[in-house]
């Protein structure tokens, strides 16, 4: 088991490396490298000093290196637009995303996946054709749009939330969060539930379909034979069953809900890493978005291994050494 | 027949069809039989000839959209089609249990077979941790697993095929039913281990006084096995009689086409003889005999469907019954 | 086991056709075969819901398309445009005389003109991206299942890779290093989306390759192009159909949302997305309808596209089938 894990990791770091060059290629030898450095509206002798300075004059893999070795120190530039280190940048805007994203992810989760499950047990019921309709909208409406409805609804017209901003923070682990605060939470009611709409039909549609699936099969008719209720049997084997590919969906989807973050920072004003990309490709800030990329990438080589981990904690068929 | 002890299981008349959207799929249509404590009934017929849906309904897991629509299925003293889903539900896997075709797609391949044992044991009683695994222990060892502490914690991936059915039938075994419905236990199996399956379960059905309903499409394999035949076509049952009888005479040309059609009993060499055609539609029964367009003896009489004559040799659906053709 | 039976033999195979003589009719004739479109067809309409959404969709869609002969003011005419009609509630009767049966946006534009034509546009960008991104998916799968070892390997490791990328990442980095423009636009969600194409065709056509009917035909060596397009391709639709009808609703939200965020088209050409995000600072002041109808238009749209994907996914899945 152990050399799974070692060996998942040593291919992630291989992605990695194969990431960190395309990003390299990306921003260096197609756009002028020169604009990932220096302001574009910096004089020619600042530009011809900084092109000697930073070596781009020098051959294409060997600024690669230099490339290389400054990400390792986590050196990523100075950012245009806030003139601070863009790793200080990033890692200050970080707890904010990711307290909104785990929030949302979570949320979606816990409540989604027993109403699929219910939904996909009784098909033909009112119930669960309602649950269906409502999982349709939060999939196909755009994540922009029901923050809009959210802050019209809850903000404006009943003005029980505020619409934007983040809440007061509290520390913890050294980090601030604002979900420790009560203030915090009123601040991140809204935001949360925008993000986790679009999460939370997935996973109802996901558990509706492999539960509907599941149950027209023959482990469930053998169960049924053997007088199982039907209650342990959607306990024991479905959610056993269905759990495979909703952790793999839960894992893929973390990444693209942390995408999502985008939007919904941009509508609630939320001051995170979201938010941050924005403003910086309105402003072509040009070290802040190879930072960003870099470090998504980075996000989704880590989610990839865990969810491979995790599958083959879930399924035993998937452990090395299977066969007996 | 004569049936000195009351029979055990007692099907009269039984019809399940299932309503689709294509029409009324009659895939059991007035079968009816009995089987006392002990016996063995080998169910035999082609795919699509009801057998399946008849073992289901003796254990109310007939699927919608199919329904049993009329008939009476006498067991231990009630009629299993007027009981409440709870009621059945306790039955299930107590008296009666049922042995699937693949054992692959039966057990779970995401739980030990410890586990799923467990679940069987705990549907019907409260046993303590170590009881119920000393239950499931012996239960194995009585089908024939070697070494079942290590396989109990096994997962179903990590057994042969022949092991997984046992376990399947262990499973079954576990609160000792008195009749066990076996569809088609041992047609995913290599035929040496077929082989020893059967030869198992006969030795287990005799020592426990088990009945059981052995399904299947090949005659071959029920013959060591029943104590009775009741071959199946087209949602009727076209012959029954004692094992003996049908074997050595075979009066309904569909059962002698059958007999006629097993391998070991023909010639090397030569042609095995088959039935031509194939199965009807089950949606586009009429009034005629089903299998008049496949039978060699098919006469005018053919145009109604027989009704059933019950002798001493047996019970019989046909006009025209081989070796007495006009 | 005794031999067979002395007395009147079964007759064998070849007598067939004599015994039939003297058989009773067979069972009426069976229907005749229904070609496998109509029953999908038949099976859809009975699912009123996605028939309505069908129906909501092809709406849409022929008025969409009709926009720039019904609508009553072009919105793209800057001289047609009056300060003085801006922000206006729907009903209100603007200085040409016209009914802005939905109000007007913060230029003066009639709301419901623009919606029509916005609606044109998302079409547009989700047909013309979707549809792309099926070709250049499809042919990669394809390639990727029949060319085998390393190609497919390389292949498939770039398309399940990108498939874990959230496609609005993807987008925006795109539109960010490309600039902003139709065709630009067009290429971010083409390369957003065509992974998902990519990786269906490739199951699908990998199935198939393993099919017994593929193997004969490679050995007589039959031409690549007959043998795909007249036996992969069949088979591979199905599966593609429920694929493109979610993309395709998908290319028209991601394009509003980008649009939203104003990395999409130019202002020139106002999408739905855009005329929500202009209007979105009016919401507070109560004047919602600027962003409200527009985005009940893009809704409407895609939850109708949404509905008709699900029914197609439902009767092609055969795990499904009772």
Known sequence: MLGFIIQRILQAALVMLAMSALVFVGVYAIGNPIDVIISPDATQDIRAQAIARYGLDRPLWEQYFVFLGNLLRGDLGRSFLFGMPVIDLILSRLPATLELTLIAVLAATLIGVPLGIYAGYRPDSPVSKTILAVSILGFSVPTFWIGLILILTFAVQLGWLPAGSRGPTRELFGIQWSFLTLEGWKHLALPALNLSLFKFAMMIRLARAGTREVMLTDTVKFARAAGISEATILRRHVLKLISIPIVTVFGLEFGSTLAFAVVTETIFSWPGVGKLIIDAINSLDRPVMVAYLVLVAALFVTINVVVDLVYALLDPRLRPGAKA | ?326 | MSSAPTDAPIVPVEVEDESRGTAPPAPAPAPAPVSPWRAAWAEFRENRIALAALGVVVAIVAVAALAPWITPQDPYDIGNLTLRDARRPPGYVGSNGYTHWLGTDASGRDLLSAILYGLRISIQMGLMAGLTALVIGTTLGIVAAYAGGKIETAIMRVVDLQLSFPAILLALVLVALLGQGKTQLTAALVAAQYAYFARTAYGAASAERRKDYVEAALAVPLSGARLVFRHILPNVMPPLIVVATVQIASSISLEATLSFLGLGLPVTEPSLGMLIANGFQYMMSGRYWISVYPGVALIVLIVAINLVGDQIRDQFNPRLKR
């Open chain 2, 1 to 326: 027949m004569t049936q000195p002890a009351a029979p055990l299981l007692e099907v009269e008349d039984l019809a399940t069809h299932f309503f689709t959207r294509a029409g009324v799929v009659k895939a059991v249509d007035g079968v009816s039989f009995a089987l006392r404590r002990g016996e063995v009934l080998g169910l035999v017929g082609e795919s699509g000839s009801g057998k399946s849906v008849t073992g289901y309904s003796i254990l109310g897991l007939v699927d919608p959209p199919g329904r049993i629509v009329r008939g009476a299925i006498r067991f231990e003293g009630r009629d299993l089609t007027k009981l409440s889903p709870d009621q059945m539900k306790a039955i299930r896997g107590r008296r009666i249990s049922m042995v699937f075709q693949d054992a692959t797609a039966t057990l779970n391949p995401v739980l030990t077979i410890g586990d799923q044992m467990l679940l069987a044991v705990q549907a019907h009683e409260r046993l303590s941790g170590r009881a119920a695994r000393a239950l499931m222990i012996e239960t194995l060892a009585k089908v024939g697993i070697p070494d079942p502490p290590s396989r109990v914690k096994a997962y179903p991936h990590q057994l042969s095929g022949g092991m997984r059915q046992r376990v399947a039938i262990a499973i079954a075994l576990l609160h000792r039913p008195a009749l066990i419905v076996a569809d088609e236990p041992t047609t995913a199996l290599d035929v040496s281990v077929q082989a020893q399956i059967i030869h198992e379960m006969r030795e287990l059905v005799r020592r426990s006084d088990t009945a059981m309903i052995w399904i299947t499409h090949d005659l071959a394999t029920v013959s060591s096995l029943a104590d009775h035949i009741m071959v199946m076509y087209a949602g009727k049952m076209v012959e029954a009689g004692p094992t003996r009888a049908i074997l050595k005479n075979p009066r309904h040309p569909y059962t002698r086409g059958l007999l006629d059609s097993v391998p070991s009993r023909n010639p090397r060499g030569v042609d095995l003889p088959q039935i031509p055609g194939s199965t009807p539609s089950l949606l586009r029964l009429g009034a005629a005999c089903a299998f008049a367009p496949r039978c060699a003896f098919a006469t005018e009489a053919c145009r109604t469907a027989p009704e059933t004559v019950t002798d001493e040799a047996g019970a019989l659906r046909c006009h025209n019954p081989a070796g007495l053709a006009a």
